[in-house]
């Protein structure tokens, strides 16, 4: 008896949360495939039509533009705050005696919402109200920022607002990363006089390969899956100029009684989420094998 | 004490085995949350209780409606749908088409609702020849509020065609005041552009582009002269405008900021909540052309089982369009009535006037449904318009390009 509890008692325990995904992971991604397909208006209508709404989705500029806006944001996001979050960590990795305080002010932004961030960029960045509007206060009458209201820049006043949100948590990534390489190594260097920075670049930063792909993972699905950020910073304006994948989705489900358009967007973007994720979760799988 | 009488009546009615007569139940699904309107409601929930109703409230506040309308969604797919809901425009024969609505034609024909309401407006609230949702109110789109004082102190007479307007506006920016207040919002991009095109293509032209969506029309030189002139009205709109709420662009023409705002008659309100009089303080026309956008809001009434409710509903619309109702509401909301037989005494100068150009513009045929708020068309090819309308307005993209864009995006919408 004992014995046939100790090898079913693990799958009775994973069975409820296994079925939980089973239908609301991979259920409703079946579904959203095959609404995508249809027709559908306000409500979900199941006579399967082909790849109409894939066609319209490719023909809109708006959509268009989401993509484009999602590439710019994406890429930017990512290398930006990886490069800053690695350096406030080299920097803070130096025994300086104020770390606990300067490592929890970088931590901090995370800890708020997207909206709260972005509400609060959208007044600093305002023209009339934030920087642009200060600095000519002081007497530069021909200071310009005013990115969030231009339509061709607005996307990287959004990539400025994620970066200032997310750097500080890559940044405790990475100083967990430098903390965790084998200080024996390091002082084997020191003592045969190679430089600081090559010690950095040579050894440590090699040896974090993992930490900079954990980094990148979380990045890159906050990047797509960003929504409440440009909705609080910019509403998808001026025009629709900051729109990504996302709040082109929601505008189709819920304000344009569009279902159809909603799903297959949805699909375009589970797809980019698979061109990343499924390349990682290969080299995972293999490494566990060998 | 009422509720005892009640009992004692439902006792009494049970113990005869009689078919009672079922007590007016409705579960009323709205998004008037916010202060004006939500007094306007309880107007509505007061007078329904009196006639001994009992009302189940449920409002959805959130998104300019998009939160109701998920709300509605579920329950409807749930087989469990409110009684009334705030629907307007082909959103309802939308509706109809699932197949979810009730028919409330017995009242309609015994209220006679066929002789007191405008022919475009009942249009909207039937369906395939039966009346499936009540109207409210009739709010006007295509206004132009303007600060009475700036246009004295500038000489300037209220505009009644666009080279006026632009003559005005060029000597308001010169002058150093902002001759445009507006909000760099998608819906007041498409307020705008309605209102200058419904002056440029005239009554029949906006008929043509944005209810029967004529390709013709939309590809039009017409329509390359609206986007010309929605250029020039980027040119009078100060830079500070991104993502504005309308109600501060109001304040700014309320306290001399800026000259004009182009919005619907819910700024009425702004200004009178600020204590200024029409006339007086602020000015009030149509803007520029011949014609009439009204945006009306409505009650569906939808598929509910059981007597009690389907009572509810009767009440409901009779009520909806009875003549208290429909003036203590809009005296709230800064509308009109609807129904063109109410006494106006109550009403201001600026609702009198409405009131005057619903009825002329009706005889004539130039009372158009609004296609910024919902009214003209459904929701993917009015989203559709309005992308390119915003887009247009916030970039430098030429209007013969926009014209194509616009095509394009109509027919990609369908």
Redesign the interface.
Known sequence: MTEWLERHIPKMVLAPSFIAILVFVYGFIAWTAWVSLTRSRLLPKYEVEGLIQYERLFASPRFDTAMMNLFIFGTLFIIISMVLGLLIAILLDQKIRTEGVLRTIYLYPMALSMIVTGTAWKWIMNPGLGIEKMVRDWGFENFSFDWVIDPDMAIYAVVIAGVWQASGFVMALFLAGLRSVDGEIIKAAQVDGIPNWRIYSAIIIPSMAPIFLSAFIVLAHLAIKSFDLVIALTGGGPGYATDLPATYMYAMAFSRGDIGQAASSAMVMMAVVFAIIVPYLYSELRTKHD | MKTSVFAAVSAIALTCAMPAVAEPQAEVLHWWTSGGEAKSVAVLQQEFADNGGTWTDMPVAG?GG?AA??AL?AR??SGNAPTAVQLKGP?IQ??YE?GVLADISSVAEAEGWADVLPASIAGHMMCEGTWCAAPVNVHRVDWIWANADVLEANGIAMPTTWDEFNAAADKLAAAGITPLAHG???WQ?ATVFEAVALGILGADGFKKAFVDLDMDTLKSDGMVAVFDQMRKMRGYVD?????RDWNLATAMVMNGEAAFQIMGDWAKGEFLAAGKAPGEDFLCASVPGDGFLYNVDSFAMFNVDGDDKKAGQDLLSKLIVGQNFQKVFNLNKGSIPARVDVALDDFDSCAHLSAKDMNESSDNGSLLPSYAHGMAL???QS?AIT?VV??????DMSSADAVN?LA??VA??M
């Open positions: 998104g998009d309308m998920t969604r409807v797919l959103a939308e509706w699932e760099g919002q998608a991009d830079d500070n405008f991104s993502g459904r929701g993917a989203g992308d915003t887009a247009h307005f916030n970039s864009m394009d995006a990609n919408s």
